[in-house]
T-cell receptor, first 114, second 117 residues
Framework: AQSVAQPEDQVNVAEGNPLTVKCTYSVSGNPYLFWYVQYPNRGLQFLLKYITGDNLVKGSYGFEAEFNKSQTSFHLKKPSALVSDSALYFCAVRDMNRDDKIIFGKGTRLHILP | GAGVSQTPSNKVTEKGKYVELRCDPISGHTALYWYRQSLGQGPEFLIYFQGTGAADDSGLPNDRFFAVRPEGSVSTLKIQRTERGDSAVYLC???????????????FGEGSWLTVV
Protein backbone atom coordinates (compact mmCIF):
# COMPACT_ATOMS: atom_id res chain seq x y z
CA ALA A 1 0.00 0.00 0.00
CA GLN A 2 1.14 3.52 -0.66
CA SER A 3 2.23 5.82 2.15
CA VAL A 4 3.64 9.29 2.69
CA ALA A 5 5.95 10.56 5.40
CA GLN A 6 6.42 14.19 6.34
CA PRO A 7 9.14 14.02 8.98
CA GLU A 8 8.75 17.57 10.28
CA ASP A 9 5.68 18.62 12.24
CA GLN A 10 6.73 22.27 11.95
CA VAL A 11 9.22 24.30 9.95
CA ASN A 12 10.21 27.86 10.87
CA VAL A 13 11.80 30.13 8.26
CA ALA A 14 12.61 33.82 8.27
CA GLU A 15 10.87 35.90 5.64
CA GLY A 16 12.98 36.20 2.52
CA ASN A 17 14.92 33.00 3.18
CA PRO A 18 14.53 29.85 1.09
CA LEU A 19 12.23 27.18 2.49
CA THR A 20 12.04 23.40 2.17
CA VAL A 21 9.28 21.12 3.38
CA LYS A 22 10.26 17.46 3.25
CA CYS A 23 8.26 14.52 1.92
CA THR A 24 9.12 10.90 1.24
CA TYR A 25 6.79 8.31 -0.21
CA SER A 26 6.33 4.60 -0.69
CA VAL A 27 4.42 2.98 -3.55
CA SER A 28 4.67 -0.38 -5.24
CA GLY A 29 4.60 1.12 -8.72
CA ASN A 30 5.35 4.54 -10.15
CA PRO A 31 4.03 7.51 -8.20
CA TYR A 32 1.91 10.50 -8.90
CA LEU A 33 2.89 13.08 -6.29
CA PHE A 34 1.02 16.15 -5.08
CA TRP A 35 1.38 19.07 -2.71
CA TYR A 36 -1.61 20.78 -1.16
CA VAL A 37 -1.80 23.78 1.19
CA GLN A 38 -4.41 24.37 3.88
CA TYR A 39 -5.06 27.77 5.45
CA PRO A 40 -6.86 27.99 8.82
CA ASN A 41 -10.46 26.77 8.69
CA ARG A 42 -10.25 26.20 4.94
CA GLY A 43 -10.18 23.22 2.60
CA LEU A 44 -7.12 21.96 0.78
CA GLN A 45 -5.79 23.94 -2.16
CA PHE A 46 -3.79 22.26 -4.90
CA LEU A 47 -0.23 23.60 -5.31
CA LEU A 48 1.53 21.32 -7.76
CA LYS A 49 1.95 17.76 -8.96
CA TYR A 50 4.49 15.43 -10.51
CA ILE A 51 3.28 12.97 -13.13
CA THR A 52 6.20 12.35 -15.42
CA GLY A 53 8.91 14.27 -17.20
CA ASP A 54 11.07 16.92 -15.57
CA ASN A 55 11.94 16.17 -12.00
CA LEU A 56 11.54 19.83 -11.03
CA VAL A 57 7.90 20.83 -10.98
CA LYS A 58 6.73 24.42 -10.70
CA GLY A 59 3.42 25.32 -9.13
CA SER A 60 1.31 28.08 -7.66
CA TYR A 61 2.58 31.02 -5.56
CA GLY A 62 6.22 30.48 -6.57
CA PHE A 63 6.45 27.00 -5.08
CA GLU A 64 8.32 24.16 -6.73
CA ALA A 65 9.08 20.57 -5.85
CA GLU A 66 11.80 18.17 -6.87
CA PHE A 67 11.08 14.52 -7.56
CA ASN A 68 13.96 12.23 -6.62
CA LYS A 69 13.24 8.62 -7.52
CA SER A 70 16.33 7.12 -5.91
CA GLN A 71 15.55 8.81 -2.59
CA THR A 72 11.76 8.43 -3.02
CA SER A 73 11.38 12.07 -2.09
CA PHE A 74 9.32 15.01 -3.29
CA HIS A 75 10.43 18.01 -1.24
CA LEU A 76 8.57 21.31 -1.56
CA LYS A 77 10.70 24.42 -2.02
CA LYS A 78 10.48 28.15 -2.48
CA PRO A 79 13.44 30.46 -3.06
CA SER A 80 12.16 33.34 -0.93
CA ALA A 81 9.51 32.84 1.76
CA LEU A 82 6.64 35.23 2.43
CA VAL A 83 4.76 35.64 5.71
CA SER A 84 1.60 34.76 3.77
CA ASP A 85 3.08 31.31 3.04
CA SER A 86 2.43 30.36 6.66
CA ALA A 87 0.00 27.44 6.51
CA LEU A 88 -0.30 23.67 6.75
CA TYR A 89 1.24 21.75 3.85
CA PHE A 90 0.33 18.22 2.82
CA CYS A 91 2.21 15.88 0.54
CA ALA A 92 0.18 13.16 -1.17
CA VAL A 93 0.80 10.16 -3.41
CA ARG A 94 -1.19 8.02 -5.78
CA ASP A 95 0.13 4.75 -7.17
CA MET A 96 0.01 5.08 -10.94
CA ASN A 97 -0.73 1.40 -11.40
CA ARG A 98 -3.35 0.88 -8.73
CA ASP A 99 -6.63 2.35 -7.60
CA ASP A 100 -7.36 6.00 -7.62
CA LYS A 101 -7.29 7.12 -4.03
CA ILE A 102 -4.72 9.67 -2.96
CA ILE A 103 -2.97 9.07 0.34
CA PHE A 104 -1.89 12.10 2.37
CA GLY A 105 0.88 12.70 4.83
CA LYS A 106 0.12 14.07 8.28
CA GLY A 107 1.11 17.59 7.28
CA THR A 108 3.84 20.09 8.08
CA ARG A 109 3.05 23.46 9.62
CA LEU A 110 5.11 26.19 8.02
CA HIS A 111 5.78 29.38 10.02
CA ILE A 112 7.34 32.29 8.19
CA LEU A 113 8.77 34.75 10.66
CA PRO A 114 8.67 38.45 9.75
CA GLY B 1 -20.36 24.90 -10.30
CA ALA B 2 -17.05 26.68 -10.09
CA GLY B 3 -15.79 24.57 -7.19
CA VAL B 4 -16.71 21.71 -4.93
CA SER B 5 -19.54 22.76 -2.65
CA GLN B 6 -20.22 21.16 0.72
CA THR B 7 -23.16 21.65 3.06
CA PRO B 8 -23.54 22.23 5.90
CA SER B 9 -20.30 24.02 6.62
CA ASN B 10 -20.79 23.37 10.32
CA LYS B 11 -22.93 20.81 12.13
CA VAL B 12 -23.29 20.22 15.85
CA THR B 13 -25.22 17.12 16.78
CA GLU B 14 -25.91 15.06 19.84
CA LYS B 15 -24.35 11.68 20.36
CA GLY B 16 -26.53 8.96 18.88
CA LYS B 17 -28.14 11.17 16.24
CA TYR B 18 -28.12 10.66 12.46
CA VAL B 19 -26.23 13.10 10.23
CA GLU B 20 -26.11 13.72 6.50
CA LEU B 21 -23.36 15.70 4.78
CA ARG B 22 -23.80 16.80 1.20
CA CYS B 23 -21.26 17.33 -1.56
CA ASP B 24 -21.80 18.94 -4.95
CA PRO B 25 -18.75 18.29 -7.14
CA ILE B 26 -17.31 20.39 -9.92
CA SER B 27 -19.56 20.14 -12.96
CA GLY B 28 -18.50 17.31 -15.26
CA HIS B 29 -16.23 15.59 -12.75
CA THR B 30 -16.90 11.87 -12.80
CA ALA B 31 -14.93 10.93 -9.70
CA LEU B 32 -15.91 12.00 -6.21
CA TYR B 33 -14.02 11.39 -2.96
CA TRP B 34 -14.73 11.67 0.74
CA TYR B 35 -11.97 12.19 3.26
CA ARG B 36 -12.03 12.82 7.00
CA GLN B 37 -9.56 15.11 8.74
CA SER B 38 -9.14 15.11 12.49
CA LEU B 39 -7.35 17.90 14.32
CA GLY B 40 -3.62 17.82 13.65
CA GLN B 41 -3.89 15.02 11.12
CA GLY B 42 -3.80 14.67 7.38
CA PRO B 43 -6.91 13.80 5.38
CA GLU B 44 -7.90 10.16 5.80
CA PHE B 45 -9.47 8.43 2.80
CA LEU B 46 -13.03 7.16 3.29
CA ILE B 47 -14.61 6.34 -0.07
CA TYR B 48 -14.55 7.24 -3.73
CA PHE B 49 -17.12 7.05 -6.50
CA GLN B 50 -16.71 6.68 -10.21
CA GLY B 51 -20.06 7.77 -11.55
CA THR B 52 -22.83 6.34 -9.39
CA GLY B 53 -20.92 3.39 -8.00
CA ALA B 54 -18.56 3.23 -5.05
CA ALA B 55 -15.28 2.12 -6.60
CA ASP B 56 -13.46 1.89 -3.28
CA ASP B 57 -15.07 2.10 0.15
CA SER B 58 -12.18 0.56 2.04
CA GLY B 59 -11.71 3.64 4.19
CA LEU B 60 -15.15 3.70 5.79
CA PRO B 61 -14.42 3.04 9.47
CA ASN B 62 -17.50 0.91 10.23
CA ASP B 63 -21.05 0.21 9.14
CA ARG B 64 -22.37 3.41 10.72
CA PHE B 65 -20.88 5.24 7.74
CA PHE B 66 -22.47 5.09 4.31
CA ALA B 67 -22.31 7.23 1.19
CA VAL B 68 -24.41 7.44 -1.93
CA ARG B 69 -24.24 9.18 -5.30
CA PRO B 70 -27.47 8.12 -7.00
CA GLU B 71 -27.25 10.24 -10.13
CA GLY B 72 -23.51 10.44 -10.51
CA SER B 73 -23.26 14.04 -9.36
CA VAL B 74 -24.22 15.06 -5.80
CA SER B 75 -23.12 12.73 -3.04
CA THR B 76 -24.34 12.34 0.53
CA LEU B 77 -22.26 10.94 3.38
CA LYS B 78 -24.50 9.44 6.03
CA ILE B 79 -23.46 8.74 9.60
CA GLN B 80 -25.75 6.77 11.90
CA ARG B 81 -25.67 6.72 15.70
CA THR B 82 -22.97 9.37 15.82
CA GLU B 83 -20.23 9.11 18.42
CA ARG B 84 -17.98 11.81 19.86
CA GLY B 85 -15.07 10.25 18.00
CA ASP B 86 -16.78 11.07 14.71
CA SER B 87 -16.07 14.76 15.30
CA ALA B 88 -13.85 15.92 12.44
CA VAL B 89 -13.84 17.86 9.20
CA TYR B 90 -15.35 15.84 6.39
CA LEU B 91 -13.78 16.83 3.09
CA CYS B 92 -15.23 16.13 -0.32
CA UNK B 93 -13.19 16.28 -3.52
CA UNK B 94 -13.73 15.62 -7.19
CA UNK B 95 -11.65 15.00 -10.28
CA UNK B 96 -12.28 14.80 -13.98
CA UNK B 97 -11.30 11.17 -14.41
CA UNK B 98 -10.98 8.37 -11.90
CA UNK B 99 -8.18 6.49 -13.57
CA UNK B 100 -4.78 7.98 -12.86
CA UNK B 101 -3.64 7.82 -16.46
CA UNK B 102 -2.75 11.48 -16.47
CA UNK B 103 -2.55 12.03 -12.74
CA UNK B 104 -5.70 14.08 -12.65
CA UNK B 105 -5.80 16.57 -9.82
CA UNK B 106 -8.31 16.17 -7.02
CA UNK B 107 -10.00 19.44 -6.04
CA PHE B 108 -11.36 19.85 -2.53
CA GLY B 109 -14.32 21.64 -1.04
CA GLU B 110 -14.13 23.72 2.13
CA GLY B 111 -15.29 20.83 4.29
CA SER B 112 -18.13 20.13 6.69
CA TRP B 113 -17.10 20.57 10.31
CA LEU B 114 -18.94 17.98 12.39
CA THR B 115 -19.02 18.21 16.17
CA VAL B 116 -20.72 15.45 18.16
CA VAL B 117 -21.53 16.47 21.73
Amino acid sequence: AQSVAQPEDQVNVAEGNPLTVKCTYSVSGNPYLFWYVQYPNRGLQFLLKYITGDNLVKGSYGFEAEFNKSQTSFHLKKPSALVSDSALYFCAVRDMNRDDKIIFGKGTRLHILP
Amino acid sequence: GAGVSQTPSNKVTEKGKYVELRCDPISGHTALYWYRQSLGQGPEFLIYFQGTGAADDSGLPNDRFFAVRPEGSVSTLKIQRTERGDSAVYLCASSLFAQGISGNTIYFGEGSWLTVV
